[in-house]
């Protein structure tokens, strides 16, 4: 009796949650006008960095523009292993998407769904970070090794080109980090050979971890000059050490990424410069290529890099 | 006979601990003494009340851990109640809610979970790794959902305060720290609660048996660990201004580690708010020192693991004895 009755209750909770998924398709269904009608799954790192929030709204904004375009956010919650992104770009071929935007985590595990979904004759846009296959349609990122070294010109510029720094970088072993932490390092040994790099530290993007390990840092180096992070996490612990131990004056925080902690502690003073990626364009001009793909044509330029903008106090206001 | 046998008994448990009691402290000595031998930085008091503010939300939650290790539970909502807190809290700052009420709602959420963790395995007589690994991924999709998944920025300065500013040179965390380990010290060694805490984890039928309100007891015990990532999660939030959805992810096993390093058994009955303080600090210690050596982080994952393992080792060895 207790197990049928478990069964009926899971059994109306299915129904129920299928009901849910079936409701929007429908609804686009009736809202769509003339000419084809084109569902585009984009599936990024996770569904809580702002960074991919971004990605999403870009991508939101073209397909509101085109109009014929439906884009299905297929992210995983949290960071996860590369299995787990390989299994929502096989869902995605399996539903038929008519396109496949992806921010691939690993670039080696995510090659044979890419190739899978090309195969089956779906358009893959690469967003972010790419995959190692030339199996692709367009592929939008920023030139991290290019960000990273303008910021160490940067900082390099607000210390006077001399004294010792430190490293807050984000995950060991990510692809887009250890991009932004090693072009920093090649950058600074190469061309200012005065600044000594004492250390780096990996704060999984977690604030907290990052405001301790800059803590220690300025403990154990009380003739820090300058602090480097990589990533929106590590930038806004580092800036809020900085500023906390009121050392705003004598250490020069240039980090990466921006959000509205960053914008406050940039106002304050204590982050003085941040490398700002453009994560809307990519999801932009990400769906903008997909439809051209769609629709039979082809991207001019494959690989695009969408650059990056310095946020200072002085175009705080332009930034967005 | 039997009287004789109960006192030898009780007499060698009270050696056991007493000696259990020196091995943990006099381990974070030696980390103390390694350290300053090692680094001129790291025996300062600025150096020592940053420790202490960086181990505050370890041990907050540790405490909450401790008590439901006792009971043979464990709770791996601790991470994701961090972050509720703190985004709750900050939802209502940012509607003008006074901050005291705000970080009152935000604990009362919390509270909320737990005492739906306590109901759960209490009166659902589920797992309580099952049950608060459910509430572990609900709680932290709430969060996220509740903020979009973007950071609340733009506390009132008032509330930074709570996490950065001193009290007669001291930061305010740390009175945060004392002021709960007593509290949470004093329940689990001198009330009825505390005690019978530790009878569920003995032995939970002979527990019950014998008139401890089972129930109403493990409810409390995943509340007052509610309420500790509660507030772990408001001082977390108060120190960098923002309440990010993201807090505190795998935090819930720090609190394990610090537990067990302390001298709590995963399998129930035994830990203490004493050996937890000493535990935390051991890890906090531990990775301020060896970040001040400059040691390679990937290197002091290493030690921090072998470190827990040894700790539960030798908890294991003293006792087979």
Avoid at chain 1, 139 to 144: K, M, P, Q, R, V
Avoid at chain 2, 130 to 150: D, K
Avoid at chain 2, 257 to 272: K, L, P, R, Y
Wanted: glycine fraction near 10%.
């Amino acid at each position: 009796m207790k197990k049928l009755l478990a069964m009926l209750l899971f059994g109306v909770l299915v129904i129920s949650v299928a009901g849910c998924a079936k409701e929007a398709p429908e609804k686009e269904g009736s809202a769509g006008g003339e000419g084809e009608n084109y569902t585009m799954t984009l599936i990024t790192m996770d569904s809580m960095d702002e960074h991919w929030l971004k990605v999403k709204n870009g991508a939101e904004a073209a397909a509101a523009e085109l109009g014929n375009i439906k884009v299905v956010f297929d992210a995983p919650q949290t960071k996860v292993d590369a299995t787990v992104q390989a299994q929502l770009v096989e869902n995605a071929i399996v539903n038929k998407s008519d396109a496949i935007l992806l921010a691939a985590l690993d670039k080696e595990a995510l090659k044979p769904v890419v190739e899978k979904a090309k195969e089956a004759g779906i358009p893959v846009i690469l967003v972010d970070s790419g995959v190692s296959t030339e199996n692709y349609d367009a592929f939008l990122s920023t030139d991290n090794a290019a960000a990273a070294e303008l910021a160490a010109d940067n900082l390099a510029e607000l210390i006077g080109k001399t004294g010792k720094i430190a490293i807050i970088n984000a995950q060991a072993g990510a692809g887009t980090t250890m991009t932004r932490e090693n072009a920093f390092r090649d950058r600074i040994e190469s061309q200012y050979p005065d600044i000594e790099i004492v250390g780096v530290q990996y704060s999984d993007g977690d604030k907290q971890k990052a405001l301790n390990y800059a803590t220690d840092y300025m403990t154990q180096y009380p003739d820090l000059v300058g602090i480097y992070a990589c990533n929106e996490g590590s930038t806004v612990g580092v800036g809020n050490a900085v500023d906390q131990a009121g050392k705003s004056d004598s250490i020069h925080v240039v980090g990466f990424d921006f959000s509205a902690d960053v914008k406050g502690l940039i106002e304050k003073g204590a982050i003085k410069a941040s490398m700002v990626q453009n994560p809307y364009v990519m999801g932009y001009e990400g769906i903008k290529a997909a439809s051209t793909v769609v629709s039979g044509g082809q991207v001019s330029v494959k690989d695009i890099d969408t650059g990056v903008t310095v946020a200072t106090k002085d175009n705080l206001a332009d930034i967005k | 006979m039997s009287e004789l046998v109960g006192k030898i008994q009780s007499k060698s448990l009270f050696d056991s601990k007493t000696k259990q009691f020196f091995s943990t402290i006099s381990g974070l000595f030696i980390l103390i003494i390694i350290f300053s031998l090692n680094n001129e930085n790291f025996l300062t008091t600025a150096n020592l009340l940053n420790v202490a503010v960086q181990t505050t939300p370890i041990l907050l939650i540790a405490m909450g851990q401790t008590y439901v290790l006792i009971t043979g539970g464990i709770d791996l909502s601790i991470g994701s109640n961090i972050a509720l807190a703190g985004v709750t809290a900050a939802i209502f700052m940012k509607a003008g809610i006074p901050i005291p009420i705000a970080m009152l709602l935000g604990l009362g959420v919390t509270a909320g979970v737990g005492v739906l963790n306590g109901v759960m395995i209490a009166y659902g007589k589920l797992p309580p790794f099952i049950v608060t690994l459910g509430t572990m991924t609900t709680v932290r999709g709430i969060t996220l959902t509740m903020t979009q998944g973007i950071p609340i920025s733009g506390l009132p300065e008032a509330f930074n305060n709570i996490g950065i500013a001193k009290t007669l040179g001291i930061p305010n965390p740390i009175f945060i720290m004392v002021i709960f380990a007593v509290i949470f010290g004093f329940i689990l060694s001198k009330t009825r609660t505390g005690r019978y805490t530790y009878a569920l984890g003995s032995n939970f039928e002979a527990a019950r048996l014998s008139g401890v309100n089972a129930h109403m007891t493990l409810i409390k015990v995943y509340m007052f660990s509610g309420i500790l990532a509660g507030v772990a999660g408001l001082v977390m939030a108060a120190r960098i201004i923002s309440a990010p959805p993201t807090a505190g992810m795998g935090y819930e096993l720090d609190a394990v580690a610090s537990s067990v390093i302390g001298g709590a058994s995963t399998m129930g009955g035994e830990g203490a708010i004493f050996g937890t303080v000493v535990g935390a600090f051991i890890i906090g210690v531990l990775r301020n020192g060896l970040n001040l050596m400059g040691v390679s982080p990937f290197i002091q994952q290493i030690v921090i693991g072998v470190v827990i393992i040894a700790a539960v080792f030798f908890d294991k060895l003293r006792h087979s004895k």
